[in-house]
Protein backbone atom coordinates (compact mmCIF):
# COMPACT_ATOMS: atom_id res chain seq x y z
CA UNK A 1 0.00 0.00 0.00
CA UNK A 2 1.31 3.62 -0.92
CA UNK A 3 1.83 5.47 1.79
CA UNK A 4 0.73 9.00 1.95
CA UNK A 5 3.06 12.26 1.13
CA UNK A 6 3.62 14.33 4.24
CA UNK A 7 4.81 17.56 4.70
CA UNK A 8 6.48 18.70 8.16
CA UNK A 9 7.45 22.02 9.03
CA UNK A 10 10.68 23.88 11.04
CA UNK A 11 12.91 21.27 9.53
CA UNK A 12 15.70 23.32 9.98
CA UNK A 13 14.87 23.27 14.08
CA UNK A 14 15.85 20.80 16.57
CA UNK A 15 12.27 18.88 16.84
CA UNK A 16 11.74 19.33 13.34
CA UNK A 17 14.67 17.02 11.74
CA UNK A 18 13.85 14.51 14.89
CA UNK A 19 10.34 14.31 13.53
CA UNK A 20 11.83 14.07 9.85
CA UNK A 21 14.09 11.54 11.13
CA UNK A 22 11.71 9.51 12.77
CA UNK A 23 8.86 9.28 10.21
CA UNK A 24 11.73 8.71 6.97
CA UNK A 25 12.44 5.76 8.79
CA UNK A 26 8.66 4.08 9.08
CA UNK A 27 9.21 4.62 5.29
CA UNK A 28 7.26 8.04 4.48
CA UNK A 29 8.17 10.25 1.60
CA UNK A 30 8.24 13.91 3.24
CA UNK A 31 8.33 17.47 1.98
CA UNK A 32 9.76 20.17 4.10
CA UNK A 33 9.13 23.34 4.76
CA UNK A 34 10.89 26.16 7.67
CA UNK A 35 11.47 29.84 7.20
CA UNK A 36 15.47 28.85 6.61
CA UNK A 37 16.43 27.96 3.10
CA UNK A 38 18.42 25.24 4.50
CA UNK A 39 17.60 21.53 6.79
CA UNK A 40 20.09 18.73 8.31
CA UNK A 41 18.10 16.21 7.03
CA UNK A 42 17.54 17.69 3.56
CA UNK A 43 18.94 14.45 2.19
CA UNK A 44 16.21 12.98 4.11
CA UNK A 45 12.89 15.03 2.07
CA UNK A 46 11.97 14.70 -1.40
CA UNK A 47 12.01 19.10 -1.77
CA UNK A 48 12.45 21.39 0.99
CA UNK A 49 10.34 25.08 0.84
CA UNK A 50 11.23 28.08 2.66
CA UNK A 51 8.22 29.80 3.87
CA UNK A 52 7.21 33.01 5.48
CA UNK A 53 6.75 32.98 9.03
CA UNK A 54 3.53 32.21 10.59
CA UNK A 55 3.18 35.99 12.20
CA UNK A 56 3.33 36.99 8.65
CA UNK A 57 -0.38 34.91 8.69
CA UNK A 58 -1.81 35.27 5.18
CA UNK A 59 1.73 35.17 3.54
CA UNK A 60 1.91 31.60 5.24
CA UNK A 61 -1.38 30.41 4.48
CA UNK A 62 -1.18 30.92 1.19
CA UNK A 63 2.36 30.06 0.60
CA UNK A 64 1.31 26.08 2.41
CA UNK A 65 -1.66 25.76 0.09
CA UNK A 66 0.81 26.47 -3.06
CA UNK A 67 2.89 23.26 -1.64
CA UNK A 68 -0.19 21.59 -0.98
CA UNK A 69 -1.36 21.67 -4.36
CA UNK A 70 1.71 21.47 -5.64
CA UNK A 71 2.97 18.07 -3.74
CA UNK A 72 -0.07 16.65 -3.56
CA UNK A 73 0.50 16.50 0.29
CA UNK A 74 -1.99 14.43 2.22
CA UNK A 75 -0.65 14.71 5.36
CA UNK A 76 0.64 18.37 7.42
CA UNK A 77 2.79 17.87 10.50
CA UNK A 78 3.55 21.54 11.90
CA UNK A 79 6.05 21.69 14.57
CA UNK A 80 6.55 25.33 15.73
CA UNK A 81 3.98 27.01 18.09
CA UNK A 82 3.42 29.97 16.11
CA UNK A 83 2.17 27.56 13.03
CA UNK A 84 0.12 25.45 15.69
CA UNK A 85 -1.33 28.50 16.78
CA UNK A 86 -2.26 29.68 13.18
CA UNK A 87 -3.40 26.42 12.43
CA UNK A 88 -5.54 25.66 15.24
CA UNK A 89 -7.36 28.82 14.47
CA UNK A 90 -8.27 27.92 10.77
CA UNK A 91 -8.70 24.31 11.04
CA UNK A 92 -11.53 23.82 9.19
CA UNK A 93 -10.04 25.90 6.03
CA UNK A 94 -7.32 23.61 5.78
CA UNK A 95 -9.15 20.62 5.99
CA UNK A 96 -11.58 21.61 3.09
CA UNK A 97 -8.25 21.05 1.16
CA UNK A 98 -8.58 17.34 1.82
CA UNK A 99 -5.49 17.80 4.27
CA UNK A 100 -5.35 15.66 7.28
CA UNK A 101 -3.55 18.08 10.04
CA UNK A 102 -1.70 16.56 12.96
CA UNK A 103 -2.40 19.12 15.50
CA UNK A 104 -3.91 18.35 18.90
CA UNK A 105 -8.03 19.13 19.95
CA UNK A 106 -8.72 22.75 20.35
CA UNK A 107 -9.07 22.16 24.48
CA UNK A 108 -5.02 20.97 24.03
CA UNK A 109 -3.86 24.04 21.86
CA UNK A 110 -6.33 26.76 23.49
CA UNK A 111 -4.80 25.89 26.97
CA UNK A 112 -1.37 24.44 27.06
CA UNK A 113 0.05 26.92 24.40
CA UNK A 114 -0.25 29.67 27.07
CA UNK A 115 1.67 28.60 30.43
CA UNK A 116 -0.53 30.29 32.47
CA UNK A 117 -3.94 28.85 31.17
CA UNK A 118 -1.92 25.28 31.26
CA UNK A 119 -1.81 26.49 35.50
CA UNK A 120 -5.34 27.24 35.77
CA UNK A 121 -6.24 24.35 33.51
CA UNK A 122 -4.70 21.95 35.66
CA UNK A 123 -5.65 23.57 39.05
CA UNK A 124 -9.20 22.77 37.34
CA UNK A 125 -8.72 19.16 37.47
CA UNK A 126 -7.17 18.59 40.74
CA UNK A 127 -3.53 18.53 40.29
CA UNK A 128 -1.20 20.77 42.26
CA UNK A 129 0.83 23.10 40.34
CA UNK A 130 3.19 25.67 41.70
CA UNK A 131 1.69 29.56 42.12
CA UNK A 132 1.60 31.09 39.18
CA UNK A 133 0.80 34.91 38.42
CA UNK A 134 1.49 37.42 35.98
CA UNK A 135 4.07 39.36 36.31
CA UNK A 136 2.15 42.44 36.59
CA UNK A 137 -0.16 40.93 39.44
CA UNK A 138 3.00 39.29 41.38
CA UNK A 139 3.51 40.71 44.44
CA UNK A 140 6.55 38.52 45.60
CA UNK A 141 4.97 36.44 48.05
CA UNK A 142 6.97 33.72 46.32
CA UNK A 143 10.01 34.61 48.05
CA UNK A 144 13.39 33.73 45.90
CA UNK A 145 14.34 32.07 43.72
CA UNK A 146 11.16 32.99 41.52
CA UNK A 147 11.12 31.73 38.10
CA UNK A 148 9.68 34.39 35.84
CA UNK A 149 8.93 33.35 31.69
CA UNK A 150 7.17 33.85 28.69
CA UNK A 151 3.94 32.78 28.81
CA UNK A 152 4.50 31.44 25.44
CA UNK A 153 6.97 30.33 23.50
CA UNK A 154 9.26 27.63 24.34
CA UNK A 155 13.00 27.09 25.01
CA UNK A 156 14.64 28.91 27.62
CA UNK A 157 15.27 32.51 25.78
CA UNK A 158 12.23 34.62 27.84
CA UNK A 159 13.35 32.34 30.92
CA UNK A 160 15.07 34.12 34.03
CA UNK A 161 15.67 32.27 37.66
CA UNK A 162 15.46 35.96 39.83
CA UNK A 163 17.50 36.03 42.93
CA UNK A 164 16.57 39.12 44.58
CA UNK A 165 14.52 41.96 44.22
CA UNK A 166 17.17 43.92 42.46
CA UNK A 167 16.76 41.08 39.76
CA UNK A 168 12.84 41.10 39.94
CA UNK A 169 12.78 45.48 39.69
CA UNK A 170 15.16 45.15 36.14
CA UNK A 171 12.91 42.58 34.61
CA UNK A 172 9.61 44.44 35.39
CA UNK A 173 10.81 47.06 33.58
CA UNK A 174 11.48 44.90 30.46
CA UNK A 175 7.55 43.15 30.65
CA UNK A 176 5.35 44.04 27.77
CA UNK A 177 2.46 42.70 29.60
CA UNK A 178 3.66 38.73 28.22
CA UNK A 179 5.44 37.83 31.66
CA UNK A 180 4.73 35.25 34.35
CA UNK A 181 6.19 34.37 38.00
CA UNK A 182 6.18 31.38 38.76
CA UNK A 183 7.07 29.73 41.89
CA UNK A 184 10.18 28.24 41.57
CA UNK A 185 10.37 24.21 42.79
CA UNK A 186 12.41 21.45 43.64
CA UNK A 187 15.91 21.43 42.28
CA UNK A 188 17.70 21.34 38.69
CA UNK A 189 18.41 17.98 39.69
CA UNK A 190 15.28 16.59 39.75
CA UNK A 191 13.55 17.93 36.70
CA UNK A 192 11.12 15.11 34.76
CA UNK A 193 9.88 15.42 31.13
CA UNK A 194 6.91 13.01 30.20
CA UNK A 195 5.86 12.10 26.56
CA UNK A 196 2.14 11.47 26.64
CA UNK A 197 0.72 9.91 23.41
CA UNK A 198 -2.65 8.80 23.40
CA UNK A 199 -4.97 7.46 19.91
CA UNK A 200 -8.18 8.39 21.27
CA UNK A 201 -8.26 4.69 23.29
CA UNK A 202 -5.13 4.16 25.14
CA UNK A 203 -2.74 6.42 26.80
CA UNK A 204 0.97 5.57 26.88
CA UNK A 205 3.79 7.86 28.51
CA UNK A 206 7.88 7.60 29.10
CA UNK A 207 9.50 9.47 31.81
CA UNK A 208 12.99 10.68 31.40
CA UNK A 209 14.99 12.68 34.26
CA UNK A 210 16.81 15.21 32.32
CA UNK A 211 19.58 17.60 32.36
CA UNK A 212 18.65 21.29 30.17
CA UNK A 213 21.69 22.85 28.10
CA UNK A 214 21.76 25.11 25.56
CA UNK A 215 18.87 26.94 24.46
CA UNK A 216 16.88 25.17 27.44
CA UNK A 217 17.17 21.17 25.15
CA UNK A 218 17.74 18.09 27.14
CA UNK A 219 21.18 17.77 26.87
CA UNK A 220 20.97 14.31 29.00
CA UNK A 221 17.99 12.10 29.69
CA UNK A 222 18.00 9.30 31.99
CA UNK A 223 15.04 6.70 31.77
CA UNK A 224 13.06 6.20 34.89
CA UNK A 225 9.44 4.65 35.97
CA UNK A 226 7.37 6.97 38.22
CA UNK A 227 3.66 5.63 38.49
CA UNK A 228 2.97 9.13 39.75
CA UNK A 229 3.65 10.52 36.24
CA UNK A 230 2.29 7.63 34.90
CA UNK A 231 -1.39 8.79 36.58
CA UNK A 232 -1.03 11.73 36.06
CA UNK A 233 -0.29 11.23 32.44
CA UNK A 234 -3.51 9.16 32.27
CA UNK A 235 -5.37 11.36 33.74
CA UNK A 236 -4.53 14.79 31.89
CA UNK A 237 -4.94 12.50 28.42
CA UNK A 238 -8.44 11.53 29.65
CA UNK A 239 -9.72 15.23 30.64
CA UNK A 240 -8.32 16.69 27.65
CA UNK A 241 -9.94 13.70 25.11
CA UNK A 242 -5.92 13.44 24.02
CA UNK A 243 -5.72 11.80 20.34
CA UNK A 244 -1.80 12.40 19.49
CA UNK A 245 1.28 14.00 21.22
CA UNK A 246 1.79 16.49 24.14
CA UNK A 247 5.01 16.96 26.31
CA UNK A 248 4.92 17.45 30.72
CA UNK A 249 7.29 19.01 32.46
CA UNK A 250 8.02 18.31 36.05
CA UNK A 251 9.23 18.68 39.10
CA UNK A 252 10.12 16.01 42.43
CA UNK A 253 8.87 17.93 45.40
CA UNK A 254 8.85 15.76 48.61
CA UNK A 255 7.22 12.56 47.32
CA UNK A 256 4.71 14.02 44.75
CA UNK A 257 5.58 15.69 40.88
CA UNK A 258 4.34 19.03 40.17
CA UNK A 259 3.53 19.96 36.28
CA UNK A 260 5.03 23.38 35.32
CA UNK A 261 4.78 23.46 32.06
CA UNK A 262 2.73 20.77 29.03
CA UNK A 263 3.94 21.03 25.23
CA UNK A 264 0.82 21.24 22.70
CA UNK A 265 3.23 19.23 20.26
CA UNK A 266 5.35 16.88 19.92
CA UNK A 267 8.98 17.04 21.99
CA UNK A 268 12.80 17.67 21.47
CA UNK A 269 13.36 14.40 23.10
CA UNK A 270 11.47 12.73 20.33
CA UNK A 271 14.13 10.32 19.24
CA UNK A 272 15.29 9.65 22.69
CA UNK A 273 12.35 7.89 23.15
CA UNK A 274 12.26 6.01 19.76
CA UNK A 275 15.21 4.78 20.94
CA UNK A 276 13.16 3.23 23.59
CA UNK A 277 10.36 1.79 22.01
CA UNK A 278 8.29 5.07 22.44
CA UNK A 279 7.48 6.28 18.77
CA UNK A 280 4.85 8.69 18.96
CA UNK A 281 6.06 10.81 15.89
CA UNK A 282 5.14 7.46 13.83
CA UNK A 283 2.14 6.46 15.66
CA UNK A 284 0.54 9.89 15.54
CA UNK A 285 0.76 9.56 11.66
CA UNK A 286 -0.63 6.22 11.82
CA UNK A 287 -3.86 7.03 14.14
CA UNK A 288 -4.46 9.96 11.79
CA UNK A 289 -4.13 7.89 8.22
CA UNK A 290 -5.92 4.83 9.63
CA UNK A 291 -8.70 5.41 12.19
CA UNK A 292 -8.49 1.64 12.67
CA UNK A 293 -4.95 1.64 13.55
CA UNK A 294 -4.27 0.05 16.63
CA UNK A 295 -0.62 1.35 18.00
CA UNK A 296 1.75 -1.00 20.41
CA UNK A 297 4.12 0.50 23.04
CA UNK A 298 6.81 -2.50 24.73
CA UNK A 299 8.97 -1.06 26.42
CA UNK A 300 12.92 -2.13 25.47
CA UNK A 301 14.86 -1.13 27.96
CA UNK A 302 14.63 -1.35 31.83
CA UNK A 303 16.68 1.80 32.14
CA UNK A 304 19.23 3.43 29.71
CA UNK A 305 20.68 7.06 29.49
CA UNK A 306 20.80 9.48 26.66
CA UNK A 307 23.37 12.12 25.10
CA UNK A 308 22.75 15.18 22.77
CA UNK A 309 25.48 15.97 20.80
CA UNK A 310 26.39 18.69 18.30
CA UNK A 311 27.27 18.47 14.26
CA UNK A 312 28.31 20.49 11.69
CA UNK A 313 26.18 20.58 7.99
CA UNK A 314 27.95 22.30 5.25
CA UNK A 315 25.87 23.53 1.47
CA UNK A 316 26.72 25.40 -1.09
CA UNK A 317 30.28 24.50 -1.06
CA UNK A 318 32.90 26.63 -4.36
CA UNK A 319 36.11 25.26 -4.17
CA UNK A 320 38.50 27.76 -3.95
Not at 16 to 35: L, M, Q
Not at 145 to 158: D, F, H
Not at 256 to 280: Q, V
Request: glycine share 8%; hydrophobic share 35%; aromatic share 10%.
Amino acid sequence: MKKPVILVSAVSGDIGSAAVRSIKEAGYVIVGCDIKPYSSVSCLMIRHYQVPPASDTESYLNCLKNILKTEGIEMFLPISEPEIDVLNQCREEMELTGIKLLINNRTIIDNFSDKLKTIWYLESIGVKVPKTVSLKLYDGSFGFPVIVKAAKGCGSKRLWKIADERELEYIRHKDDGSLIAQEYIGSDDEDFTTGIFSDGKKVSSITFRRTLGYGGLSVEAFLTEEPFLEAMALRIAHETGLVGSINLQSRRVGNIFMPYEINPRLSSTLLFRKKFGFDDAVWWVQTIEDNGYLYTYERKYRSGKALRGLSEYYFDLEEA
